[in-house]
């Protein structure tokens, strides 16, 4: 096993450890925004009938071919058909019918002209009334055919397919009330330090909150998984082993934050080894170098560093495209702009250092990011008020105002088109 991996490749390893969940069936509201798991068809053409797509009168086109301004055309009004009324009979030459948006056409008629360009010659425009056109209208003006949102038995929407609100009524609207999609992964998060106490407890002296917990946890749900916060295990290997083994035959994902660095109480890579094989320790990124990732009984297991920012990088950069390969989504990665940086940054550090950071443009419409003044990597509030992460590329090189960087959108859908 190397001793310390790229982002990339870390990220690699993990994506080839786990598979595709399988399908199940759920209520279409609980599909939004996941991945369709097989093809959906129509059961019908949608829309059934033509109909009008303006308020006005039905005609036969043919009837106002010579109309003009100087010759007009008038019609006498036979019927009105609101929405959800049908008129069936015929509509004799010099005869039209009054039609609302969304009616059905008649079934004699095969032109709708709306009524701003309908001048009344009597009556009040409805049955009974005498109409008059100063224009001819195209064949099938303002007519909606049937079936041009959906034939019957035409795949609507593909295996695959990420389904977003829009879909979401068009699968409705296709009579499909439910929907196969790949299955949310059960993610447990296991909080490591013989330091922590559970929130709202105020810690004592020495102690801290389990502040990670609750982050990983809302990173997970924030990745399409369901999550469970398991209870804190104090700096013991073999009660982290208990505990991580239980994990691994109930979840189909295992996060452990804290003890992942080679501090005398640091236990989750020997338990990895232990129960399973370990694949990987450290990642050159800062924060979040130490980074480990294995299998036991066959069920990823990693665990992320104890800092905050170092926890949260790992489970950005790292774990949520796993747990979006799960969900058999295709676009795994938070999608990156460059942007111009408004001050010098000095390497210490050689490895790649991912600052948190904001991104807005600038007085002359370029974009422009801006590191936060604080990088501790114990901090979540920082990230909480930043948009993106500044990478400062591997090497002690320094980074100088006005130089392009790249800003990784932590924020923005990975498959957004930049
Ligand atoms: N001699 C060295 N020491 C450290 C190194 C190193 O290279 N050499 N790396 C540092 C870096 S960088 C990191 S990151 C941490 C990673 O270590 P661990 O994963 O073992 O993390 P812990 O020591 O358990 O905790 C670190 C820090 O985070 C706090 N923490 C832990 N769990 C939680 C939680 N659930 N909620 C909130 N905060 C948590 C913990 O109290 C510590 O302050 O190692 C450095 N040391
Ligand atoms: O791995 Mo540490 O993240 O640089 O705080």
Same mark, same amino acid.
């Given at each position: 096993?190397?001793?310390?991996?790229?982002?990339?490749?870390?990220?690699?390893?993990?994506?080839?450890?786990?598979?595709?969940?399988?399908?199940?069936?759920?209520?279409?509201?609980?599909?939004?925004?996941?991945?369709?798991?097989?093809?959906?068809?129509?059961?019908?053409?949608?829309?059934?009938?033509?109909?009008?797509?303006?308020?006005?009168?039905?005609?036969?086109?043919?009837?106002?071919?010579?109309?003009?301004?100087?010759?007009?055309?008038?019609?006498?009004?036979?019927?009105?058909?609101?929405?959800?009324?049908?008129?069936?009979?015929?509509?004799?030459?010099?005869?039209?019918?009054?039609?609302?948006?969304?009616?059905?056409?008649?079934?004699?008629?095969?032109?709708?002209?709306?009524?701003?360009?309908?001048?009344?010659?009597?009556?009040?425009?409805?049955?009974?009334?005498?109409?008059?056109?100063?224009?001819?209208?195209?064949?099938?003006?303002?007519?909606?055919?049937?079936?041009?949102?959906?034939?019957?038995?035409?795949?609507?929407?593909?295996?695959?397919?990420?389904?977003?609100?829009?879909?979401?009524?068009?699968?409705?609207?296709?009579?499909?009330?439910?929907?196969?999609?790949?299955?949310?992964?059960?993610?447990?998060?296991?909080?490591?330090?013989?330091?922590?106490?559970?929130?709202?407890?105020?810690?004592?002296?020495?102690?801290?909150?389990?502040?990670?917990?609750?982050?990983?946890?809302?990173?997970?749900?924030?990745?399409?998984?369901?999550?469970?916060?398991?209870?804190?295990?104090?700096?013991?290997?073999?009660?982290?082993?208990?505990?991580?083994? #239980?994990? /691994?035959?109930?979840?189909?994902? =295992?996060?452990?934050?804290?003890?992942? @660095?080679? !501090?005398? *109480?640091?236990? %989750?890579?020997?338990?990895?080894?232990?129960?399973?094989?370990?694949?990987?320790?450290?990642?050159?990124?800062?924060?979040?170098?130490?980074?480990?990732?294995?299998?036991?009984?066959?069920?990823?297991?990693?665990?992320?560093?104890?800092?905050?920012?170092?926890?949260?990088?790992?489970?950005?950069?790292?774990?949520?495209?796993?747990?979006?390969?799960?969900?058999?989504?295709?676009?795994?990665?938070?999608?990156?702009?460059?942007?111009?940086?408004?001050?010098?940054?000095?390497?210490?550090?050689?490895?790649?250092?991912?600052?948190?950071?904001?991104?807005? #443009?600038? /007085?002359?419409?370029?974009?422009? =990011?801006?590191?936060?003044?604080?990088? @501790?990597? !114990?901090? *979540?509030?920082? %990230?909480?008020?930043?948009?993106?992460?500044?990478?400062?590329?591997?090497?002690?090189?320094?980074?100088?105002?006005?130089?392009?960087?790249?800003?990784?959108?932590?924020?923005?859908?990975?498959?957004?088109?930049?």
């Amino acid at each position: 096993m190397p001793s310390m991996i790229s982002l990339e490749e870390a990220r690699a390893l993990v994506v080839s450890h786990v598979s595709v969940l399988p399908a199940e069936t759920v209520p279409l509201l609980d599909a939004i925004g996941r991945v369709a798991a097989a093809d959906v068809k129509s059961d019908m053409d949608v829309s059934p009938f033509a109909h009008a797509a303006m308020d006005g009168f039905a005609v036969h086109a043919s009837d106002l071919a010579e109309a003009s301004e100087q010759s007009p055309v008038e019609l006498d009004v036979i019927a009105d058909v609101p929405a959800g009324s049908t008129y069936e009979g015929p509509i004799a030459p010099g005869r039209c019918v009054r039609i609302m948006t969304g009616a059905a056409l008649p079934a004699d008629a095969d032109s709708v002209v709306k009524y701003e360009i309908v001048e009344t010659v009597s009556g009040d425009g409805k049955t009974g009334s005498r109409v008059r056109f100063s224009e001819p209208c195209k064949l099938g003006n303002n007519v909606r055919q049937p079936g041009e949102e959906a034939r019957e038995g035409e795949t609507i929407v593909h295996e695959g397919e990420v389904i977003h609100p829009a879909g979401i009524g068009f699968l409705a609207g296709c009579g499909a009330l439910e929907v196969a999609v790949r299955r949310r992964p059960r993610v447990a998060v296991i909080p490591i330090g013989s330091e922590l106490v559970e929130p709202p407890a105020k810690p004592g002296p020495g102690h801290i909150r389990n502040s990670n917990g609750y982050a990983m946890a809302a990173c997970a749900i924030d990745a399409g998984a369901t999550c469970d916060i398991l209870p804190i295990v104090i700096d013991d290997e073999d009660l982290l082993a208990q505990a991580v083994e #239980r994990a /691994a035959a109930e979840y189909d994902f =295992v996060v452990t934050t804290g003890g992942a @660095s080679n !501090g005398d *109480f640091d236990f %989750i890579k020997p338990v990895v080894e232990r129960l399973g094989t370990l694949y990987m320790t450290t990642v050159n990124m800062r924060p979040g170098k130490a980074q480990t990732f294995g299998l036991v009984n066959g069920t990823p297991v990693f665990g992320l560093p104890g800092n905050p920012a170092a926890a949260y990088m790992g489970f950005s950069l790292i774990i949520r495209p796993a747990l979006r390969a799960m969900q058999g989504y295709a676009a795994l990665e938070h999608p990156c702009v460059k942007a111009r940086i408004t001050s010098s940054k000095k390497k210490k550090d050689p490895r790649r250092i991912f600052s948190r950071a904001t991104i807005a #443009r600038g /007085a002359d419409g370029e974009l422009e =990011v801006t590191p936060a003044k604080n990088q @501790s990597s !114990g901090l *979540f509030g920082v %990230i909480q008020k930043s948009n993106c992460v500044a990478i400062m590329p591997e090497g002690l090189d320094p980074v100088l105002e006005g130089d392009m960087v790249e800003c990784i959108l932590l924020d923005a859908p990975e498959d957004i088109v930049l």
